[in-house]
C-alpha cells in the first residue's frame, strides 16, 4: 500500500492547485468582464471549473488515503478515481455552454469584445501558472500512479493550450475581426472536449476494473521468471486509485518440500513488487506433476495421495525394457492389517495403471511407529545382535570396514544405524547399490529390524 509520505506529497501537490485555480479564476473573470471577451471568459469558466475540480482532487485523495476496512477490504483508493470521473462530467456541461454562446454571438453579431492590453497579460499569466502547475502535478501523479492528480495535470496542460487559442483570436479581434473571438472559444471548448474523452476513458476503465495497459503481460513475465514455478495459472488485477491488488495462482513441483515452496511464493511476491510501486499482493501456490520427476518420485507420490508417509527403501530395478518395483510402506497407527493391506492393492493398481511397464510390485507393510515414542541404546546390552549384524555387514567382500553398528530399541522393535567403508575409487552409484543390498540383507536375516540406515564412507 502507498506510504504515509507520498500521501502527503500528493495532497501538497492537490493544495496548490487550489490555490493557483483560485487566483487564475479571479484574474481571468475581471478581465474578462472588462473586455467582453468570450474567449477569457471561457477560460475564466474553465478556470473555475479546474478549482472545483481541485478541491475534489484534494478531497479525494485525502479520503482515499483511509486504510481498509471491513466494508472496503480493498481500500478507498476508488474514490480517487470517482473525483477523475466527476471532474470529466463537469468539463463536459462547460465546454457545451461555451460552444452554445459562441454559435449565438456568431449568429446574431451582438457582442462587442475590447482586446486590451490586460487581455494578454492574463493570459501570459495564466499560461505560465498552468505550466509551471501541469509539470509539477504530473511528475507527482506520475511517481505516486494518481489518477486524480492526472486528471488536475490534464487540466492545466489543457489550459496552456486553450490560452494560446484565445491569444490568436484577441489578436484577430485587434485586427478587426471579433467574430473570431468567439471561434477561438469553440477552439479552446473543443480542445478542452477530447482532453475530457481521454480523461473520461480512461477513469471508466479504472473504475470498470480494466486492467493497465501492459501491465499483465509485466506480472506474468516476473511471476513465470521466479526459479520453481513451474507454470503461472492465473493472474487477476484489479487497480484501486494508485494500489494494485494481484491475486496469482502458480503451479510448484509436488515434490518440492512445503519450506521450499514457501519460500518460491515468496520470491513471486517479491518480483511482482518490483513491477509496481503500490501493490498487494496474495499468492496460491498448487502442487503438480513436473517434467524433472524420476520414476522414484511419481511412486512415492501414489503413496502420498493415498494417505501413506514417503516408501522407504524404494528399489527399482530395469529388466528387459521393464519395471521391477519394490519398497517399505508403513500403514498407519490404528489400521488393522487387512485395512492396510486393501489400501496396498490400490497404491499397486495404481502404480500399474500410470506405469505401464511397470511388471512387479511389491510392497513391505510395516506398522507405523510414532516418532515421539522414546528408544532405548541398547547397543551394549545387545552384544549377541550387535555381533552378528557387524559380522553380518563384514561379510560382504566389498566392505572394507564397519566403525560402528548402534542400536535403538523401540518395543521388541530394533533401529540400527551402520557406519561402514568401501572403496573410494568407486562411483557413486556403486556405492548406493552396495548399501542398498546390506539393508535388504539386513532386513531378510533380522526380523526384528524395523529400521535400518547405513552410512558409507570412503576407505
Known amino acids: 500500500m502507498e506510504p504515509v509520505s507520498g500521501t502527503r506529497e500528493k495532497k501538497a501537490a492537490a493544495l496548490s492547485s487550489v490555490v493557483a485555480a483560485v487566483f487564475l479564476t479571479g484574474f481571468k ?47 478507498h483508493g476508488k474514490i480517487e478515481n470517482l473525483s477523475a470521473l466527476l471532474e470529466t462530467l463537469l468539463l463536459f456541461v462547460t465546454c457545451s455552454w461555451i460552444i452554445w454562446e459562441a454559435v449565438q454571438r456568431l449568429s446574431t453579431h451582438r457582442a462587442h469584445v475590447e482586446a486590451n492590453v490586460w487581455s494578454f497579460v492574463v493570459m501570459g499569466v495564466a499560461i505560465a501558472v498552468d505550466l509551471g502547475r501541469s ?30 487559442v484565445v ?32 480523461l473520461g476513458r480512461r477513469t471508466v476503465d479504472a ?39 494481484v491475486d496469482t495462482t502458480v503451479g510448484i513441483p ?114 507405523y511407529q510414532r516418532e515421539e515414542e522414546e528408544l532405548r541404546e541398547v547397543t551394549d546390552k545387545e552384544r549377541a545382535l550387535h555381533a552378528d549384524i557387524r559380522s553380518r555387514v563384514l561379510g560382504d567382500a566389498r566392505v572394507l570396514g564397519c566403525t560402528d553398528v548402534t542400536l535403538l530399541r523401540l518395543g521388541n522393535a530394533y533401529n540400527v544405524s551402520v557406519t561402514c567403508q568401501v572403496d573410494r575409487a568407486l562411483p557413486l552409484a556403486g556405492v548406493h547399490e552396495i548399501v542398498a543390498e546390506i539393508e535388504s540383507a539386513l532386513y531378510r536375516d533380522f526380523g526384528q529390524l524395523r529400521r535400518v540406515t547405513i552410512r558409507a564412507e570412503p576407505g
Not at 140 to 164: C, I, P, T
Not at 223 to 239: N, T
Open 207 to 245: 473504475l470498470v476494473d480494466r486492467v493497465p495497459d501492459g501491465l499483465y503481460e509485466k506480472v506474468h513475465s516476473a511471476v513465470a521468471g521466479v526459479p520453481g514455478v513451474e507454470e503461472v495459472r492465473s493472474i487477476r488485477l484489479r487497480a484501486s486509485g494508485p494500489n494494485v491488488f
Open 167 to 198: 491569444i490568436v483570436g484577441l489578436v484577430a479581434v485587434s485586427f478587426g475581426f471579433p467574430a473570431l473571438d468567439a471561434i477561438a472559444a469553440i477552439g479552446v471548448a473543443l480542445l478542452v472536449l477530447l482532453v475530457s474523452y481521454k
Open 29 to 75: 473573470l475581471a478581465v474578462g468582464l472588462q473586455t467582453n471577451s468570450l474567449g477569457i471568459l471561457s477560460e475564466a469558466a474553465h478556470s473555475g471549473l479546474d478549482l472545483v475540480a481541485a478541491v475534489i482532487t484534494y478531497v479525494a485523495i485525502t479520503l482515499a488515503a483511509k486504510p481498509p476496512d471491513e466494508e472496503h477490504p480493498y481500500g
Open 135 to 164: 509539470r509539477h502535478l504530473g511528475r507527482v501523479a506520475r511517481k505516486h500512479h494518481s489518477q486524480a492528480l492526472e486528471a488536475d495535470a490534464l487540466h492545466f496542460s489543457s489550459d496552456v493550450w486553450s490560452s494560446l
Open 254 to 367: 509436488r515434490t518440492m518440500p512445503f519450506e521450499r515452496a514457501h519460500t518460491v511464493m515468496d520470491d513471486v511476491e517479491r518480483a511482482i513488487h518490483a513491477t509496481h510501486a503500490n501493490v498487494d499482493v496474495i499468492v496460491h501456490g498448487e502442487p503438480m506433476e513436473s517434467g524433472g520427476e524420476t520414476l522414484a518420485d511419481k511412486v512415492r507420490m501414489v503413496a502420498l495421495e493415498r494417505g501413506f508417509r514417503a516408501p522407504h527403501n524404494l528399489e527399482i530395478h530395469h529388466t528387459g525394457g521393464r519395471y521391477h518395483i519394490d519398497f517399505d510402506l508403513e500403514y498407519p497407527e490404528g489400521q488393522s492389517f487387512v485395512e492396510a493391506h486393501d489400501l496396498a492393492v490400490e497404491i499397486e493398481r495404481e502404480i500399474h495403471a500410470r506405469f505401464e511397464r511397470a511388471e512387479k510390485v511389491t510392497i513391505h507393510l510395516e506398522q
